[in-house]
């Protein structure tokens, strides 16, 4: 149940919930078109010089970035007043960025359920254990975890593995539509590289796709890693946990620079969103800047976000992220 100052909070939001077709269609003109003219120009500039190919590509990473923020309010139903037109965005700028839009809705449904919910952990969210959980854990476990939280695993490896494999998979359980919107993804991709191998070669394909689809895919990676992990961030078991702190609590205002902003769909208002996932991407900056209670969020900027990596371990006594270190020092304490 939400409380009286909670509810007024969402009624606050709700004005902002209705989608613009003028502003979508504008967004996407001004998203995918230019992405697609980075991609041939790219191309074009390998038989002049690959370093200013990597420098076009760099541009278009960051278009394709955007591309899956259209995505993400599609699968929201958010870009567009029609379900049926979300749908059909959905399932296309899946496939520019390798994602099925059916299994995605779905997670990431989950994911805002849940989030900051520490008894309903492992849908659509990153892998976190408590200080207790790791400690308990396995040597085995402990192994995989650490692996898992590092840097280049994370961030390098992470992207890959999600984009090629994790996605290319139906979900258990997994209902007829969305099984079939998944093979309808993969076959699309496969073609769409088929053409494209056979008309440039697979040699160009490989130089103008690979950089764009990792530098894009670490950029995605890192966004939702940090809007969830940070210092004054927000867990709690399921008896105390609530949907209106979750959101403005544990997800953050990451204050970016206006350009990283605007290539990020402003996704950096992260505890709008989750407030109200049914705010387009374009209103969340006056949602933010419209509503009082929300400018006294959590607020991270690109320098202060780099100490999050350093964040393994939720601490459910001191309610704080905590380092391996910092876990290994708490044993040792508690074992005198």
Known sequence: MLNENEKRLRKLVSPYEKSNVKASVWQLLNTIVPFFLLWYLC???LSVSYPLALVIAVIASGFLVRTFIIFHDCCHYSFFKNRTA????????????MFPYSQ??????VHHATSSNLDKRGTGDIWMLTVEEYQSATIWKKIQYRLYRNFFVMFIL?????????????????RLKERFNTYLTNLTIVAVIAVLCCTIGWQPFLLVEGPIFLLSGIAGVWLFYVQHTFEDSYFEEDQEW?????????????????????????????????????????????VHNDTKPLQNVPTITVRTSLSSLKFHLWDEQRKKFVQFKEAKCSAK???L
């Open 43 to 45: 191309y074009k500039s």
């Open 86 to 97: 979300n749908k059909i965005l959905g399932t296309l700028t899946g496939i520019l960025t």
């Open 104 to 109: 995605w809705q779905h997670d990431h449904a």
């Open 158 to 174: 992470g992207p890959i593995y999600i984009f090629l494999i994790k996605n290319r998979f139906n979900r258990k359980g997994a």
């Open 242 to 286: 609530e949907y209106v702190k979750a959101a403005v609590e544990g997800s953050s205002y990451y204050k970016l620079p206006k350009i990283l902003q605007w290539f990020t769909g402003n996704i950096g208002y992260h505890h709008v969103h989750h407030l109200s996932p049914r705010v387009p991407n374009y209103k969340l900056e006056q």
């Open 333 to 335: 304490v508690n074992s």
